[in-house]
């Protein structure tokens, strides 16, 4: 649905006139974000002072999320963000992925909308800074990947995939913390979904394949995200543009031949400017089969710590 209609649709959930809405008693205070699914807002307690992003679903993706969540026995997406919050000892500044601090339901015209509070993350998703090469993306890259590495190896400790790692749900803080967002594919692990959700780039093979999905598929994404922090390039891409409904499916089964099929380039072929050892692991991250990738993230992140030893 074209963003327009969108917009009249929710108006008061964008940015007119929605300062003065409350979320859980929090203000809101700025439009961060407008995506297909929902809108991110900043915040603010009143009583408290404190700043926290709600992200308020649009009711037709909401709808999706809860038939989606019903077919699977899925907990909402809320509970299984609370689940991989940090225990006392485990917080920290360092820990790589936004922490869910509530979540609930708003209940305005035109329908029911399921909001998410979360930890305000003051920075940039990677997906900008390797938009504008920006050179921070080059001192950073391997912090990055090593980040992201340690949230997958968080969220698949508790039996959990995340199933949308891609550039665009990183966020490199103000401080140069590396945080993963974007908590709403977020599923146990051993699930066929029959719905291809998630970003098609960054899909595996058995994703493509309706597969049950296991911490297999989030290393085959982390591949192509290594891919694309070190060489600036995805691994496959279709020329299709992407917010064409009447082009989706032809786009999907495009990448879908190529995921499944073709073997992807050799970073190497692309850039000459990779860490020693960095290739063999992006390939194997990369594998059509699971059973050829990294066994786990305790694996790979050894690998990864290999490369930034000699770097
Ligand atoms: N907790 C947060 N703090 C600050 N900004 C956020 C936060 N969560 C999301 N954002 C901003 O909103 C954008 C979209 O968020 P995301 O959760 O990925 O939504 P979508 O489901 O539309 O992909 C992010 O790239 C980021 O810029
Ligand atoms: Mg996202």
């Not at 982390?222 to 496959?236: D, H, I, M, R, S």
């Not at 031949?257 to 050799?266: D, G, K, L, S």
Request: proline content about 6%; some cysteine; aromatic content about 8%.
């Amino acid at each position: 649905m074209a963003k327009s209609i969108w917009k009249k649709m929710m108006g008061w959930a964008g940015n007119s006139g929605t300062e003065s809405r409350r979320f859980s008693g929090y203000n809101i205070r700025r439009l961060i974000h407008e995506g297909d699914k929902a809108f991110v807002h900043q915040a603010r307690s009143p009583e408290t002072g404190e700043i926290v992003a709600i992200k308020v679903y649009k009711p037709l993706y909401n709808r999706t999320a809860r038939r989606i969540c019903k077919r699977y026995h899925l907990r909402a997406e809320g509970e299984l963000g609370m689940l991989i919050n940090p225990g006392e000892e485990e917080a920290g500044e360092d820990w790589p992925i936004v922490r869910t601090l509530g979540h609930g339901y708003e209940f305005n015209d035109p329908g029911k909308c399921y909001y998410l509070i979360l930890e305000f993350i003051d920075g940039i998703n990677v997906k900008h800074l390797l938009g504008c090469d920006d050179p921070l993306l080059r001192k950073k890259r391997l912090a990055i990947a090593m980040g992201v590495a340690r949230a997958l190896k968080i969220i698949h400790d508790r039996g959990l995939i995340h199933r949308d790692i891609c550039s665009d749900n990183i966020i490199l803080t103000r401080e140069h913390k590396v945080k993963l967002i974007d908590l709403g594919f977020m599923a146990p692990s051993g699930i066929a979904f029959v719905e291809k959700s998630g970003t098609p780039s960054y899909m595996s093979p058995e994703q493509f394949m309706v597969q049950p999905l296991g911490a297999a598929a989030d290393i085959y994404a982390f591949g192509v995200l290594l891919f694309e922090l070190f060489t600036k390039k995805l691994p496959f891409t279709s020329a299709l543009p992407p917010d064409n409904p009447d082009l989706f499916m032809r786009r999907m089964s495009e990448f879908m031949t190529q995921h499944i099929r073709e073997a992807p380039p050799r970073p190497s072929e692309i850039t000459s400017d990779l860490p020693e050892g960095m290739e063999p692991i992006i390939l194997k991250c990369l594998e059509k089969s699971p059973d050829y990738r990294y066994l786990n993230m305790r694996a790979l992140l050894a690998a990864l710590a290999q490369v930034q030893e000699s770097a």
